[in-house]
């Protein structure tokens, strides 16, 4: 049996990726999707089986720490992928830019003179109360005064076709190394499409990652050491930690293979003797970046680096600090500080959101948390959230008490009706699963978004959660020309 | 180069090496069972004391059997030195290491053990025993000649040779010393004069050193002549002579290194007037004894070197 689109279970009030209406691909995937359907039950299989082993021939994995062991897993992958039209990327990515230029100019803002707080338009008290303020940054001047300068933004689609942002991951935004990686497997197994359809590269990335770190060095001019700093081998992520160190070129180091001078200066361990650090990409969060200023006991992080950085001696990727753009509450803000700031509108809408600590919106929180998506202000990977339509009321009672005791820590969201796309369940049956997106977004000098970016899918029926820490999965993302077809 | 990434390095080397090393002196002592008249208390004990492992051994056996003594040399967790302790070692160290040292490596390693695990009991027994014991020799020598063929001869590649030939200087010492004991133990028997002919000749074969041995020395097997052999040949490649050479080739590639080629040639003198001043005795054991407490210092200044710890680099940095 092969695919038929007619056969297809659109989801009521979804908006599907791929089919528009049973039996009709949207334009940008009508190649690939009569392309699929040419194939039957056991070239799908073949088709599936190869991109299994080539993940495992190449390794991707990600690590699952559990009971005292690593345990690596094949990264779960679906072979269909999802296809986006070049117009509407453009319109996005500039989206995402614009978002990032302003996130940058508040965070700056935030560390200097708090100018937006002066000016009435974020009460004080979120930055009084934030997890991720960091007051040892004020006054530290970045180069280009970005901070973050890697970010990752989720995107989601509703039910009217339209992406909004979820959340900005500013912090160690992970999962590039996975969107890379599964171009890769798509170019092996289904190299016959890539033929037809005018399908954006996405390798230029480490490139661009590359440059932008080496903008950042503090002796320009020279060609500057570039470390990715790593937690080590029991990280979640050391696969993509030790996969954009070797694109890019750079050393991958442990907080144990550096060591701040007497000059203030960053060294790393090496054969030769002490070579000096100019740019770390750190993969490790704030606290544990300096046992000297954070955590004393983090054996993760390197003492005296936050000196180094304040003197301008190292340059910190993402800065210290950075992170307080990356909270939940301050993302509700963000279409005022895109119109503080930049004096435009928002590109991008962010999805409306309810803040427990006024009094109103709290209300009507606790009185509809059966319909709507409950979310600490400041974790990440899908944890402590609470979504209503699949709660019990035990879990409901739970979190009413958790926003009652600490309304600042959480926002709450409508759920989503987040959009599908077709995905390969058994031999050859595509069913569709829920889904988003995760492109990238470098700053330094200028600013630079992957071409598409990470779609993560729900493998499982009817679930809206895509971390793969939670059982999701990924698909390749194709930004598709149509306006020239290739010849 | 990191002096972790080159630490790694040195050592999956150095216990690759390792498994193989011991494989081949089972090898010696099973193939000697065959050769040797029945009436012979043969010990394989002898295998726990060359490698000094007589404390770890007995604290995990009361009986000190040819069955324990492979069991505990091979898939015995609780010695460090066994071979799928080894087999650990080289994937942790290669797991963080996989962007210098080949890719295929890893799935290599993986295979062996795998392979050792699920046919312990081969090694065990012994009508099995050689076919098993080939086996891990030839898969270690798979990862060999794929280094071989696809590093390029950078920094790491130093560092993997440093390592390894080390690790075969020192098991090139413990295998002569394995044939030494096994000479001591038929020493008064009627049957010695044959008896001796047939360990220097297993020992000999191996370490696939019989036609080489043939072609340098022009004489038939005499145990002066293959200890002589095997410490001071400058061809065959794991000769104690041949291995500090290697060494020292390999250090003269890497920064700061006038220490370690020092140490280096110091030692191979050593070798030298040793295996002219003593024959294959009783008295040989201490020699070798004494190679090999030479052999850890010869790490202890390779570690210092180049493997920066914390307090070294500590005060490095203090005077920057």
Redesign the interface.
Known sequence: MSIDWKQYELQEGFYDELISSPGNPRVPARQLANYLSSLNEDEIQSIKQASESTIRDMGVSFTVYSEGENIDRAWPFDIIPRVISSQQWEKTSAGLRQRLQALNMFIDDLYHDQKIIKDGIIPEFILKQSKNYRPECEGVNPRFGVWAHICGTDLVRDGDGQFYVLEDNLRVPSGVSYMLENRSIMKRVLPEVFEKVNIAPVGDYPEALFNMLASLSPRPGDSPVVAVLTPGIFNSAYFEHAFLAQRMGAELVEGSDLVVGKDDCVYMKTIGGLERVDVIYRRIDDMFLDPEVFHPDSVLGVPGLMRAWRKGKVALANAPGAGVADDKVVYAYVPQIIKYYLGEEPLIPNVETYLCYEDKQREYVLANLDKLVVKPANESGGYGMLVGPHSTKKEREQFADLIKANPRNYIAQPTLALSTAPTLVGRSKVEPRHLDLRPFILQGESSYVTTGGLTRVAMKKGSLVVNSSQGGGSKDTWIVDTSAGKA | ????V?ERIYWAARYLERVESTARMLAIYDTLLFDLPRQLNFGWYNLIEINSLEESFNERYTVQDERNVVKFLIGDESNPSSVISSLKAIRENI??T??VIP?DT?ELVNELSQYVQENMNQGINRRNRHEFLDQIIRACQQIIGLWQVSMPRD?AWE?LKLGQNLERADMTTRNLDAAVAAIIQVEDDEYAVNSHQTIWGNLLRSLNADQPYRRAMRSSVKGELVSRFLQTDTQFPRSLSFCLEDMATAAKA???SEKVISDIHRLNQTVTKGAEDTGPGPELRDVLNDLQISLQYLHFTISR????N?QE??S?????
């Open positions: 180069m990191l002096s972790k080159a797991r963080t996989r962007d890719g890893w920094k560092m890497l920064p700061r070197t180049w493997f920066l914390d680099a500590e490095l940095a203090v005077a920057q």
